[in-house]
Nanobody
Framework: QVQLVESGGGLVQAGGSLRLSCAASERTFSSSSYAMGWFRQAPGKEREFVAAITWSVPYYTDYADSVKGRFTIARDKSKNTVYLQMNSLEPEDTAVYYC???????????????WGQGTQVTVSS
């Protein structure tokens, strides 16, 4: 089983920034096209796509329209870690944020095989 652990969530005022980290078990991934993504879920809502990145070549990034220009996804293969830098946070960004891993880059929650437990992000107005 792939283990993913999120960290970095917290409480921040609107306009502030947070950086989320998703650490995977060492040497978890071997596929050159493996992908990792960030999703979020607010109470009473479905889990929605935020951003995705391929683990290795070919290199792709993808962002939901709601976060494009504000959030940046990045990877550090030496640390088996994916980051989500969140700037200009808005109250609408409040949710539990999950990282996920799957065999191909996708915006669909159904195409990811492994999930972390989530980290809470709360943005106050």
């Amino acid at each position: 089983q792939v283990q993913l652990v999120e960290s970095g969530g917290g409480l921040v005022q609107a306009g502030g920034s947070l950086r989320l980290s998703c650490a995977a078990s060492e040497r978890t991934f071997s596929s050159s096209s493996y992908a990792m993504g960030w999703f979020r879920q607010a109470p009473g809502k479905e889990r929605e796509f935020v951003a995705a990145i391929t683990w290795s070549v070919p290199y792709y990034t993808d962002y939901a329209d709601s976060v494009k220009g504000r959030f940046t996804i990045a990877r550090d293969k030496s640390k088996n870690t994916v980051y989500l830098q969140m700037n200009s946070l808005e109250p609408e960004d409040t949710a539990v944020y999950y990282c996920a891993a799957g065999p191909v880059r996708s915006r669909s929650v159904h195409l990811y095989d492994y999930w972390g437990q989530g980290t809470q992000v709360t943005v106050s107005s």
